[in-house]
T-cell receptor, first 111, second 116 residues
């Protein structure tokens, strides 16, 4: 399975943008890039996903490098509620369901 | 929809006892996953089902762990006998292929298991 590498922790000031990096140098052409986050004492929740093009939704943006070996989750204005562990995950396309969560990046938002 | 429901939310038991964790997936979802989360190992996939059939149980740590899905609306994860190293938060998640290619997983609130 292709693996991802993320920093263990990051800090951001409230209301500033946050860029969470993820390296996936062994990604295959059929792997989707997913991001989930886990708020304290809760189960993970979906944030965003993409394949080749940059993606935007109400929660965040996903910027994917042209060679797809890295990606960045962008939170445009961090709030205290965004303090969580963020997981970057690769998943086969076509509905294969097994994904592997790593340790993720713990984001601290400073008021 | 109420989301994925797990019970109990907290379980404290003594070493050697049998523990049964329960999960009700979101109605209509055809995939169900069991995960375990610890500080040391993070979030690990234990087993997942498709249409009530176990597809991959390679993450089940040992024979003391077993999982069943007797119908589309119910699954159990059983540990017998339990050991202190089984202490963790166990999450159940479900997803559906019916909506297309993307396979977002919806997680339950988890069961915090403590084995003394």
């Amino acid at each position: 399975d292709a693996k991802t590498t993320q920093p263990n922790s990051m800090e951001s000031n409230e209301e500033e943008p946050v860029h969470l990096p993820c390296n996936h140098s062994t990604i295959s052409g059929t792997d989707y890039i997913h991001w989930y986050r886990q708020l304290p004492s809760q189960g993970p929740e979906y944030v965003i996903h993409g394949l080749t093009s940059n993606v935007n939704n109400r929660m965040a943006s996903l910027a994917i490098a042209e060679d797809r070996k890295s990606s960045t989750l962008i939170l445009h204005r961090a709030t205290l509620r965004d303090a969580a562990v963020y997981y970057c995950i690769l998943d086969y396309s076509g509905g294969y369901q097994k994904v592997t969560f790593g340790i993720g990046t713990k984001l601290q938002v400073i008021p | 929809d109420a989301g994925v429901i797990q019970s109990p939310r907290h379980e404290v038991t003594e070493m050697g006892q049998e523990v049964t964790l329960r999960c009700k997936p979101i109605s209509g979802h055809d995939y169900l996953f069991w995960y375990r989360q610890t500080m040391m190992r993070g979030l690990e996939l234990l087993i997942y089902f498709n249409n009530n059939v176990p597809i991959d149980d390679s993450g089940m740590p040992e024979d003391r762990f077993s999982a069943k899905m007797p119908n589309a609306s119910f699954s159990t994860l059983k540990i017998q006998p339990s050991e202190p190293r089984d202490s963790a938060v166990y999450f159940c998640a479900s997803s559906s292929r019916a909506s297309g290619v993307y396979n977002e997983q919806f997680f339950g609130p988890g069961t915090r298991l403590t084995v003394l």
